[in-house]
């Protein structure tokens, strides 16, 4: 079946502006991660969700930072007020529960903010 | 402050040989440990996870090491192929949730002919 999905691929943005990065999560897995990814570095988790709510929110780096997931499937990671600190490739996951169960990650959505 | 460390970037293997990657942690929480790998361009795929439970887990031609008293575990591959050649990371999680995984930053395996 298919993975999961992330649109766009690259977004190139100004600094101080709004950017909006989608999820498509593999059908029926109830768990949904982001994760943001700087060069040279690994993975660096941003939130977790299980079904429509966010269940660790704690690697938000600020207030800049949302994210959604109203009907417990495809997610919105929404960045206000770019900054150029911002640019990294950000990364998606789902997990058919999130106990424990693998993640499956997308090919993630590389930002720069110039 | 990092709590999951690859301190070799890179590493080059001769096909055929052993690759050893090794990863340092510094929390003693972590309890669930995995490897994912990394083509360009593509997102980390799993390879192999051990619990703390356990100190060796193999698949295949990998095998995870856990040192628990030393906080310390290491990937081995044998024999190497071509194909392995990716970015290899160590990853931990603090409950067997595994909800919130930390990641090192990685070593980049080259497997040479």
């Known amino acids: 079946g298919a993975g999961v999905s992330q649109t766009p691929s690259n977004k190139v943005t100004e600094k101080g502006k709004y950017v909006e990065l989608r999820c498509d999560p593999i059908s029926g897995h109830t768990a949904l991660y982001w994760y943001r990814q700087s060069l040279g570095q690994g993975p660096e988790f941003l939130i977790y969700?299980?079904?429509?709510?966010?269940?660790?929110d704690s690697g938000l780096p600020n207030d800049r930072f949302f994210a959604v997931r109203p009907e417990g499937s495809v997610s919105t990671l929404k960045i206000q007020r770019t900054e150029r600190g911002d640019s990294a490739v950000y990364l998606c996951a789902s997990s058919p529960s999130g106990d424990g169960s693998e993640q499956f990650f997308g090919p993630g959505t590389r930002l720069t903010v110039l | 402050d990092q709590q999951v460390k690859q301190n070799s970037p890179s590493l080059s293997v001769q096909e055929g040989r052993i690759s050893i990657l090794n990863c340092d942690y510094t929390?003693?929480?972590?309890?669930?440990f995995l490897w994912y790998k990394k083509y360009p361009a593509e997102g980390p795929t799993f390879l192999i996870s051990?619990?703390?439970?356990?100190d060796k887990n193999e698949d295949g031609r990998f095998t995870v090491f856990l040192n628990k008293s030393a906080k310390h575990l290491s990937l081995h591959i044998v024999p190497s192929q071509p194909g392995d050649s990716a970015v290899y990371f160590c990853a931990a999680s603090g409950d067997s949730s595994a909800s919130k995984i930390i990641f090192g930053s990685g070593t980049r395996l080259s497997i040479r002919p």
């Open positions: 051990i619990s703390s439970i356990k």
């Open positions: 929390n003693s929480m972590f309890d669930y």
């Open positions: 969700f299980q079904g429509t709510g966010a269940a660790d």
